[in-house]
């Protein structure tokens, strides 16, 4: 497995192998985010597939209650692996410590997720990853469609906070 960051040619192969509603696609989005230089979209590989991505937003969570506690604390936005059948195979865990380690070299001593209430799969990884709960908060975000219709949601989270100030996982 390889795990880069992601370059332009990769979009239309993010779009054809990981469904992300919208228009233009989450994956368009998150890299124009990356070339503005806020983040930086990491991408798992397997077989020259994409299997997996997540995002370092370095300029933190934009949740006010998560702001309002950890200011621009950098987050590990949109992990997910993909297909449903490949998780529990290491490829989240390799992603979280990817972004880890360009938290670490841009040198931050912090990184934060947050994970869904209902999402209790994740939030075991991410315990068993060092992750430690800090503020729940609602997350607010849009999509729209090939309509043009924008769709509002807000999913109930806690965001996760795990220290890097000591090397080692």
């Known amino acids: 497995m390889e795990i880069r960051p ?45 299997v997996g991505h997540g995002q370092v937003r370095w300029d933190g969570c934009a949740a006010p209650e998560v702001r309002a506690v950890l200011g621009d604390c950098p987050e590990l936005n949109g992990l997910d692996v993909w297909p449903e059948g490949l998780r529990g ?20 001593t912090a990184l934060g997720l947050g994970v869904a209430r209902d999402n209790p799969r994740a939030a075991a990884l991410y315990a068993r990853l060092g ?4 503020v729940a908060y609602t997350d607010r975000w849009a999509w729209t469609d090939a309509a043009g ?3 509002a949601c807000a999913d109930a989270c806690t965001f996760l906070v795990r220290s890097l100030a000591v090397r080692g996982r």
């Open 6 to 50: 992601c370059r332009a040619e990769d979009v239309p192969v993010l779009d054809r192998h990981i469904p992300a509603p919208g228009a233009p696609s989450r994956h368009a989005d998150r890299f124009a985010r990356q070339e503005a230089g806020t983040g930086t979209y990491l991408l798992a590989w397997r077989d020259a597939v994409p």
């Open 89 to 108: 195979q290491g490829i989240g865990t390799a992603l979280v410590h990817a972004a880890e380690e360009l938290v670490r070299e841009r040198g931050g």
């Open 149 to 151: 219709r924008t769709h």
């Open 131 to 134: 992750y430690e709960p800090v």
